[in-house]
């Protein structure tokens, strides 16, 4: 091969070097492509996941919203879940009190503080409170106090839970008459909840 053979061929050579180069980029740009094409459908597949899962778990909160929706506005209705409903706990003291043929109650409210047996319920993003509420009254027999209470909690002003109770015994000289013969003094915590307060409890 001589020196003209060589420089017949050198146009061709360059030309077959041009054409392998590109080949080798297309071959690289593709792969890379390829590589990115498989991480963009990791990353749909990620989030299509994702979506399917908060699609799913909406519809489990929607059930659950559905199903209990009525016992929570009953709820709401009766004093327990927001605010402190003060005003309906004195009708239910006075209905109470006339269903039960009393001769009249004293009532004292406290501040409202943090639920002190909160933490045995595990509570978790509701806040627990009570109002302390000391009241007082006269009753015809010890009987009577059983029935008072039933008739408060009758009333559905609220929940509470009865602390403590002290009972005495009425001098009425021996005259026997209808009149009371026992004061009682009872001391009362009115429960309320709030939804996602997140332990943020009120202080007195």
Not at 32 to 39: T, V
Not at 136 to 157: N, V
């Amino acid at each position: 091969m001589n020196q003209a053979d060589l420089q017949a061929l050198r146009n061709p050579l360059l030309a077959l070097a041009a054409v392998a180069l590109i080949g080798a980029l297309a071959v690289y740009y593709s792969g890379r492509l390829m590589i990115s094409a498989r991480q963009l459908l990791a990353q749909q597949q990620v989030q299509l996941k994702d979506a399917q899962t908060r699609l799913q778990r909406s519809g489990d909160e929607k059930d659950v919203i559905v199903r209990y929706i009525g016992g929570f506005r009953q709820l709401e209705r009766t004093g327990f879940v927001g605010d402190e409903q003060r005003i309906n706990w004195l009708d239910g003291l006075r209905l109470a009190n006339q269903q039960a043929d009393l001769f009249g109650v004293d009532y004292q409210i406290g501040a409202q503080k943090p639920y002190a047996f909160a933490s045995e319920f595990s509570p978790g993003a509701l806040a627990l409170n009570e109002s302390t509420m000391r009241v007082r009254f006269r009753l015809l027999h010890e009987g009577d106090l059983g029935r008072f209470f039933d008739a408060l909690a009758r009333q559905g002003t609220g929940i509470f839970t009865i602390d403590q109770c002290q009972l005495r015994r009425i001098d009425t000289g021996g005259v026997i008459r209808y009149q009371p013969n026992v004061s009682a003094e009872c001391d009362l915590s009115w429960i309320t909840v709030k939804v996602g307060a997140g332990g943020a409890q009120k202080k007195p």
